[in-house]
C-alpha cells in the first residue's frame, strides 16, 4: 500500500506497530484515543502557502522537520532570543523538545513532521 502522508498520517506506537489514519480521522479521533496516539511517533506532512499562524511546543520529545520543497524560516524560541533557520529546497532541522518554534513561509512549501504528540501545546504568533 503506498501511502501520502498529507493525507494519511501514520502513527509508530511505543511497542513498534504502525497505525495509519486519514487526516480528518486523526484530528477526530476521542481525547483518550488522541493522547494514547501522542504516546508514539506521528508522521505526517504539510503544506504551507502562508506563515504559521502559531508558535507550537512539543514537551515529549524532539521532532524532526524535513523541507520536502519551497523555502523557509523556521523560528526557534530559546532563553528569551529567537535563533532564525533557513531552509531552502530541501534540509531537515530537529526542533529540541520544549523549544517553542514556528515558521516564516518565503516560498509554497511542503514540510513532512515527526514528533511525539503528547503534551503539544501552541499559542498565538
Known amino acids: ?38 504516546r508514539g511517533w506521528l508522521i505526517s506532512e504539510y503544506e504551507f502557502t ?19 520543497s519551497g523555502a523557509v524560516e523556521l523560528l526557534l524560541e530559546r532563553e528569551g532570543t529567537i535563533e532564525r533557520i533557513a531552509v531552502d529546497g530541501t534540509g531537515a532541522v530537529v526542533v529540541p523538545r520544549g523549544v517553542w518554534h514556528t515558521a516564516k513561509v518565503r516560498t509554497p512549501s511542503r514540510m513532512l513532521h515527526v514528533t511525539r504528540g503528547a503534551g503539544t501545546q501552541t499559542r498565538p504568533v
Open 1 to 38: 500500500m503506498v501511502l501520502h502522508p498529507q493525507h494519511t498520517y501514520v502513527h509508530l506506537a511505543e511497542d513498534g506497530a504502525a497505525r495509519t489514519f486519514s487526516a480528518a480521522e486523526f484530528w477526530q479521533l476521542p481525547e483518550g484515543e488522541a493522547e494514547q496516539s501522542g
Open 50 to 68: 502562508e506563515d504559521w499562524p502559531t508558535w507550537e511546543m512539543h514537551p515529549e520529545g524532539d521532532e524532526f522537520v524535513y523541507l520536502l
